[in-house]
């Protein structure tokens, strides 16, 4: 501290100079012999960039050429483009008010229903298929993609400032945010109606927040401090209510509380009082837990709000949830169903009706098989007394009473009533998928198979073990008890010999979900008269019940994760994260086969190298750093090297922490799930930049107290090269993005040769490439 | 009873001037011990016991048995109850030619130290006075004698009633028809590295085993097969178990109780008891693993003196046993990774020494670079040479191989195969990437893509890997009696599956499981087909003869292209799902990667009439192509093992089931008349020792919490010891834990058996911390409580010990065993 009156002091405060604080915050051996500039004696260019005007300018020009690059033709294509299919229809959904479900929380999904109805969307059209005309079907899309286009580009300035607020200079945040800027999977993902542009977004914003909350540690508790902690949070739950990934946002500010709290738990550096440590730690947990996580079911409380019609998600949740939707017409009129009542099953996702006929399977399929010649049973789509089946019990009944009702795990018998035979199963292959069973019927007063002829009731979703059977709420596996095969179909039909109609098999994996079925109908009872009205407790009701929005949301919650780990279907353009970094393989989002155009995801991949290199280079400074301290050397002066740990290992851990648990998930995994690391990669490699340009920062750059002990300034000088540096490299990005932009912006169609031209890596898998005629 | 011994720690410091017996320096204890000290001994102190207290080396009363020597330096009589138990350890370290008693005082002055040592820096100590009665026999002793007490026991427990059941139980199913190969020295292929089977194969040869018994399983041994001769052999590494479990607890410095605590948890476990009775791999990988942590510590206690004899011994012996161990099972690799993780954090503290010179520091590196990774690839590579030495006839594992090395093997005739193969010859195709199989069809169909039927790569020899050779649709018809046509590069042909007439067909769907290729299928028939089967035969060279324009069998690698889509026809280990029965996904890759291996073909099984036996000489396939072959179908096949959603395997369990031992195992049929083995822990060892680990990481939590608030718990020696010990074992229970909760393959109980050791130890570890080791305590209250945990862990082994003895007659009749609702125990 001897040292004070020589400082130069950036924010001179009159009551610093006589503050006698022992200790601060940054370490205790500071090399006082540091190069020190004065912010006089930077070039004109410089101080011109470094003031709060120039900065301005920059800003805006980067901010306006955002808006242009990603709003350029976004009217293009005007049809559906690969995952709009999800997310334009929920955007319809809330237009509607229609029940949906899906893995991800509402918030981004919401905000593309308030796009569309402020534009006027009126919810009926579906997107159903990838390339359906928004033109035919009168949808105003522009409106809904602008939503992401303006957060895309509103990202930039984020970037901007976050780099800016770091403490580096003009330049250098206008060289991160011109990675993003430039970025063509970054302007193909902001284009189109996908969650990414409102996660990055929000990412981003969270990050910026969180740099704003540290510079004012030294202020802790006045209003800007509490200000930023709770943007922090905020934002941290706009990202997680966004898609579900924005999770990893929520785990890398804790990582980064974390650290922050063990730091001031040190004794050693302010010598604070538990009392102290405390009431931080409470500050954090109300702004960082649970501040974000009443935001966070909020938005969910708007979801519920909004979606109360019966809809498609429906049948996804439990019978009391269903019961709140108005109009589920499932439930309003589901009756328990009694033994000897004669049924009609229909298939949950295909709708056919469980039917068989007096024809029987051919003997010898085309392929060569041969099968039982049983009777066949087909699902079949319209009503048809060959659909009705008896449920037949195989336990002693009380004659009368509810002791008749089919509970859950009943093993029971059906027979179809027209011609008398009883529902059986065996091991034969079916007719068109030779690793499932064969469904077929057998004379009732035959009792050689009895066996085969039982199956067990299985409500689904865990039902238990009393829970009554109902009809159209009874949602149920037919499980075969010999064999434990799952009855179930799939929307292939069989050949003519069976009318075309649905194949019926038995599905090995009784996990299967797509094998449940529900009863359409009480057709008749034991007597063959009309049910009589039996459940006096089941009586219509018109109103929607409410059910407690906390249990409404914990049960939607749990099958949102459910449903997340199921994703694990391959799919041609998943790809695997160690991939991703260095750009091995894009997504195709869509293709026009007559004009050649196509839409394909894929990075700039100098700007996305450049990142890779510059994380590679910052964890070769660390660890270099690290080796040579460990050898007693000391290379980095410690301001510059404060700067280097914790602000961009702060960079390091959200890169990192929105990266590392991909390696650990089984589901599909596509490379636009690195594009948040690739933003922390970008700010990384700015401060690389920085770091190879220069030795100095603008240090410090936290807001000061009377208490804060006052430190040598110094002021970031990149110099000319800098300047020149950036502005080359930014010309070299924009020509790499130009040149890949007719697949982000998917026109003008190419040829091709030119397609062959534009695929920079082999791994690359471009649509409508030239063929080679022959290889080299 | 147990005060402390005089403690003494060899700096290699020079005698100081008023050292007067050796230049070992005392440790000064905390007060109590200190008085308690004096009173026994104070001469031997001399004047300058309070002099100094060692700033670094104090330790803890039993500590003191890490590093340091015994003093004993007042080897008076009334001395021995405590200090003895160290020093009849280091006993066999004596330098007896530094002895000298003529005529001296040889109990109280030893000779003054010359410098040179003999061993680990155990510095000399002088012998005892012979022993009067049997308690100072005894007492002098008890290094040795507790040990082998420990075995002793150990061997009961491990030998009673060993031949009881004289069924095949559980995996001697596998393990010992492995070991019948050996014996008949017939080529097989399993997931496992071949080690501990060969020790299987050992131990049949020694109880003189001939090989004949197929071991189907719950089958009764004939009176051919030794069985009880060989289980008595392979639990003789379970026996062994616990005397190591008793050293490493006394290499980890704890005290006496909790060595005591440690090996006789490890004693009376009754699943290691009961994996260790069979024929079986568990007891062998148990054995090696506990040695290879044996050795980690003794190592460890080397690391004062580095370099000197004792220290590159059991490095030496680490990297063997790391060896052993990965040469089992490959579970071994887990205990490898604790052993390289503590590696790197003690070069990481080299490397932080500005002491050591830069020579020093780089013969650190070498010395770990040798000894823990060049040792132990060559003993597992040696482990495969000696494999691959004795398996010289051909077996049921040869088509896992490459078809060069199953030419090689005797009783297979491939090398009589037609040479040149020609149109209208029938063959088998071997895919040349590492692991590949045979190209495969079945009458089964895809159920996803174009629905046509199956082509795989399968490793079983059957007749659905045949295939003809015929010429394309539009070339002239192939004539059996016409004139010969040899298979040249660049023809283009038609293969055509034998046992259902379908061709080997390719067109723009996507393959099942690698997206990015076209579906490779059967299609058509004898008569109906397309231009999209045909192929064109490519080249790449010839083992044998260099580049040549002609097909040989055997020797040709060659690629088959598509003719209309210009694909590769590819298999690369990527399994297809249940319905394809796991076999590997066969597709025509769209990228013409020339260095593919996984796209090169031969001809295996040749068949052709007209055609005279080739009797080719061949070469020698090189051992290093057929290790790493072995090794990727190995890999292949172990990847293959994910839990089938179709069965429900009931013997299958999940790791988050281990560590509370939710669930048993039984181990072989359940009738009332058979004896019945159940694969379980003894409770209270495997939930006390998982109790443990989180008592531990809290514990842990707490001190750094406290310390960062600069509250001093302990001094800087016995952090470190604090922590060493709760590394070793907590890092060595998450190494074997984990993987387990990542890795997809199907698991089991048994799986838990090496992490519970780690387990164990942090029990053991937990326990000296808090009770036995903490000044808080009386020798009273330590006894107290070590005499009830004592009774506990005989009393639930004494009830258990049915499971792994062998249960007769009806189980429901003992009563008392299911003592949580998931054990299947009772019918």
């Avoid at chain 1, 049910?531 to 089941?538: F, G, H, I, L």
């Avoid at chain 2, 070469?619 to 292949?636: E, I």
């Avoid at chain 2, 531990?696 to 509250?711: D, P």
């Amino acid at each position: 501290m001897s040292s004070k009156g020589k400082l130069r002091q950036r924010n001179p405060q009159p009551e610093a100079s006589t503050s006698n604080y022992e200790y601060d915050q940054v370490q205790e051996d500071e090399h006082h012999a540091d190069i020190y500039t004065s912010p006089k004696s930077r070039s004109g260019i410089e101080k011109f960039f470094e003031g709060s005007q120039g900065s301005i300018i920059v800003v805006s020009a980067l901010t306006a050429l955002a808006f242009a690059l990603r709003f350029y033709k976004i009217s293009h294509p005007d049809q559906v483009v690969f995952d709009e299919v999800h997310f334009g229809k929920f955007a319809a959904y809330y237009i509607t008010h229609q029940y949906y479900f899906d893995v991800h929380p509402p918030l981004a999904k919401m905000l593309f229903g308030l796009a569309g109805w402020f534009v006027g969307f009126d919810g009926s059209f579906l997107f159903e298929n990838i390339g359906d005309s928004y033109i035919t079907n009168n949808v105003p899309y522009v409106g809904m993609r602008a939503l992401p286009a303006v957060l895309g580009s509103l990202t930039v300035p984020v970037v901007y400032a976050i780099m800016k607020e770091s403490g580096f200079s003009t330049v250098i945040a206008a060289f991160s945010a011109s990675l993003i800027l430039f970025d063509n999977a970054h302007v193909a993902q902001s284009r189109l109606i996908l969650l990414d542009a409102a996660l990055i977004f929000f990412m981003s914003l969270t990050i910026y927040s969180y740099v704003k909350f540290r510079k004012y540690r030294y202020m802790e508790f006045t209003l800007e401090w509490w200000t930023w902690l709770l943007m922090t949070g905020f934002w941290m739950a706009c990202t997680w209510a966004s898609k579900v990934n924005g999770i990893l946002t929520v785990f890398c500010v804790g990582v980064a509380v974390l650290f922050d709290l063990w730091d001031i738990l040190d004794v050693r550096k302010e010598g604070h009082t538990m009392d102290y440590f405390y009431s931080h730690f409470l500050a954090r947990a109300g702004g960082l837990i649970l501040w974000p996580f009443i935001v966070y079911l909020s938005f969910f409380w708007i979801h519920f709000r909004v979606l109360t019609q019966s809809g498609p998600g429906d049948t996804f949740m439990s019978p009391a949830f269903q019961e709140t939707l108005a109009g589920n017409e499932l439930l309003m009129s589901s009756h328990d169903i009694y033994y000897y009542d004669i049924l009609t099953f229909r298939h949950k996702d295909t709708k056919v009706f469980l039917h068989s006929h007096p024809d029987r399977y051919p003997l010898q399929y085309e392929d060569g098989r041969v099968s039982s010649q049983g009777q066949q049973v087909t699902g079949y789509g319209h009503n048809d007394t060959n659909n009705h089946w008896r449920i037949i019990p195989t336990k002693s009944l009380p004659e009368t009473g509810r002791g008749r009702i089919v509970r859950n795990n009943d093993v029971v018998q059906l027979l179809h009533m027209p011609t008398n035979t009883l529902l059986l199963t065996h091991d034969v292959a079916s007719p068109l998928m030779p690793t499932n069973q064969e469904f077929t019927t057998w004379a009732r007063d035959d009792y050689t198979r009895h066996n085969d002829t039982l199956f067990k009731i299985q409500l689904a979703w865990d039902a238990p073990e009393n829970e009554p059977f109902k009809s159209k709420s009874g949602y149920f596996k037919l499980i075969h008890v010999p064999t434990k095969v799952a009855m179930w179909t799939h929307p292939k039909t069989l050949p003519d010999w069976a009318f075309k109609q649905q194949e019926i098999n038995g599905n090995k994996n009784p996990s299967e979900r797509s094998a449940i079925w529900y009863v359409e109908d009480i057709i008749a009872d034991q007597y063959n008269d009309e049910p009589a009205d039996r459940d006096e407790d089941q009586r219509p009701v018109k109103v929607p019940k409410s059910m407690n929005f906390f249990k409404k949301y914990i049960e939607l919650q749990l099958l949102m994760f459910q449903h997340n780990a199921g994703l694990t279907a391959s799919h041609p353009y998943a790809s695997g994260p160690l991939n991703w970094p260095f750009m091995i393989s894009g997504i195709s989002f869509w293709t026009d086969n007559d004009t050649q155009k196509q839409i394909y995801l894929v990075g700039n991949i100098i700007g996305w190298w450049t990142c890779v290199v510059g994380l590679s280079v910052f964890v070769g400074i660390i660890a270099a750093d690290l080796l040579a301290r460990r050898r007693a050397m000391d290379p980095i002066p410690d301001s510059v090297r404060n700067r280097l740990w914790n602000n961009t290992g702060f960079f390091l851990i959200v890169w990192g922490v929105h990266y590392a648990p991909f390696f650990l998930m089984n589901r599909q995994l596509f490379v636009h799930h690195y594009l948040p690391s690739h933003l922390a990669s970008a700010l990384i490699a700015g401060s690389v930049l920085n770091f190879i340009l220069s030795d100095t920062i603008n240090y410090p750059i936290s807001y000061a107290t009377s208490k804060t002990r006052l430190r040598p300034s110094q002021y970031a000088d990149t110099g000319f090269k800098g300047l020149a540096t950036v502005l080359g490299y930014g010309l070299v990005l924009f020509m790499m993005f130009i040149y890949i932009a007719p697949l982000t912006y998917g026109t003008p169609g190419l040829t091709g040769e030119q397609v062959n031209s534009k695929r920079l890596l082999s791994t690359w898998t471009l649509h409508f490439a030239a063929k080679k005629t022959h290889d080299s | 009873m147990n005060r402390p011994p005089a403690v003494a720690i060899d700096f290699g410091t020079p005698d100081s001037p008023n050292s007067s017996s050796f230049e070992f320096e005392e440790v000064g204890y905390p007060d109590p011990y200190h008085q308690h000290q004096h009173q026994y001994d104070p001469e031997s102190y001399g004047g300058r016991a309070n002099e100094e207290t060692l700033p670094l080396h104090y330790m803890s009363e039993e500590k003191a048995r890490r590093r340091v020597r015994a003093g004993a330096a007042a080897g008076n009589g009334s001395d021995f109850d405590g200090g003895a138990a160290v020093s009849g350890n280091e006993k066999e370290q004596f330098e007896y030619q530094e002895y000298d008693d003529a005529g001296k005082d040889v109990y109280n002055k030893p000779k003054p130290y010359n410098g040179q040592r003999i061993s680990s820096g155990r510095g000399p100590s002088h012998p005892l006075p012979p022993p009067t009665t049997i308690t100072e026999f005894l007492l002098q002793n008890t290094e040795v004698i507790v040990p082998v007490v420990y075995t002793l026991l150990s061997c009961w427990t491990r030998f009673h009633r060993i031949g009881a059941s004289n069924t095949v139980v559980w995996d001697e199913a596998h393990f010992g028809k492995f070991g019948s190969h050996y014996l008949k020295r017939e080529f097989y292929f399993d997931v496992h590295p071949p080690l501990g089977k060969m020790l299987v194969g050992l131990a049949g040869l020694l109880s003189g085993y001939d090989g004949s018994f197929e071991f189907k399983s719950g089958e009764v041994y004939p009176d051919t097969v030794p069985y009880v001769a060989m289980r008595v052999m392979l639990a003789t590494f379970g026996v062994l178990m616990v005397p190591l479990a008793w050293f490493t607890s006394v290499e980890l410095g704890m005290s006496q109780w909790a060595c005591h605590l440690t090996t006789l948890m490890v004693l009376l476990d009754v699943g290691w008891l009961c994996i260790s009775r069979f024929i079986l791999l568990d007891s062998m990988l148990l054995f090696f693993t506990f040695l290879t942590v044996f050795c980690l510590t003794r190592f460890h206690n080397e690391q004062f003196e580095p370099f000197s004899i004792d220290w590159w011994v059991w490095l030496f012996f680490t990297g063997i046993s790391i060896g052993c161990v990965t040469s089992v099972k490959m579970i071994g690799l887990f205990v490898t990774a604790l052993v390289g993780v503590y590696t790197v954090e003690d070069l990481w503290d080299k490397f932080g020494d500005t002491r050591l010179t830069v020579r020093q520091q780089f013969n650190h590196w070498a010395a770990r670079v040798v000894c823990l990774i060049v040792v132990p690839v060559l003993v597992f590579m040696a482990s495969f040479k000696i494999h691959f030495l004795i398996l010289n006839h051909s077996g049921p594992g040869d088509s896992q191989m490459s078809s060069l090395f199953q030419a090689n093997l005797e009783g297979n005739d491939f090398y009589k195969n037609p040479l040149d193969v020609a149109f209208g010859s029938r063959v088998t195709l071997k895919n040349m990437g590492w692991g590949g199989g045979l190209l495969h069809s079945h009458v089964q169909s895809y159920p996803v893509g174009s629905n046509q039927q199956q082509v795989t790569c399968y490793h079983y020899k059957d007749n659905n890997n045949e295939w003809n050779i015929l010429p394309a649709w539009n070339d002239k018809q192939h004539d059996p009696e016409g004139p010969l046509r040899y298979l040249k590069d660049g023809d283009i042909i038609r293969l055509s599956h034998v046992p259902t007439g379908r061709n080997l067909h390719s067109h723009t769907v996507t393959a099942p499981v690698s997206k990015l290729n076209y579906e490779v299928s059967g299609y058509g028939n004898l008569t109906v087909g397309d231009n999209h089967d045909y192929w064109q035969v490519e080249i790449v060279d010839d083992t044998k003869r260099g580049s040549v324009g002609q097909v040989h069998s055997l020797t040709t690698r060659m690629r088959f292209k598509h003719v209309a889509l210009g694909c590769y026809l590819r298999a690369a280990n990527a399994v297809l799902p249940q319905w394809g029965f796991k076999q590997i996904e066969v597709s025509c890759d769209k990228e013409n990667n020339r260095k593919d291996a996984h796209t090169y073909w031969n001809v295996e099984s040749h068949w052709n009439d007209r055609l005279p036996a080739g009797d080719m000489k061949l070469y020698k396939s090189p051992f290093l192509r057929d290790f790493w072959h072995l090794n990727v179908a190995m890999m292949t096949s172990n990847n293959a093992l994910i839990p089938d959603p179709d069965k429900e395997d009931i013997l299958a369990s999940k790791p988050f089931d281990w560590p509370f031992l939710h669930l048993g195992l039984r181990m072989c049929g359940w009738g009332d008349n058979q004896i019945k083995y159940y694969l379980m822990g003894t409770p209270v060892v495997w939930w006390g020792s998982t109790i443990s680990l989180g008592v531990a990481l809290l514990t842990f939590a707490v001190y750094i919490l406290r310390w960062q608030r600069k509250y001093n718990d302990m001094d800087a020696r016995e952090w470190d010891h604090f922590l060493y010990v709760g590394k070793i074992a907590f890092f060595g229970w998450a190494f074997h834990y984990v993987p387990f909760l990542i890795m997809g393959r199907v698991t089991y109980l048994h799986h838990y058996l090496p992490t519970l050791y780690f387990a164990v130890l942090m029990f053991g570890h937990v326990l000296d911390h808090f009770i036995f080791s903490s000044r808080r305590f009386s020798t009273r209250t330590k006894a107290i409580v070590f005499g009830v945990l004592v009774s506990i862990l005989v009393a639930t082994f004494w009830w258990f010990s049915g499971v792994a003895f062998g249960i007769d007659g009806p189980v429901n009749e003992h009563w008392g065993l299911k003592w949580r609702e998931t054990w299947n125990i009772y019918n």
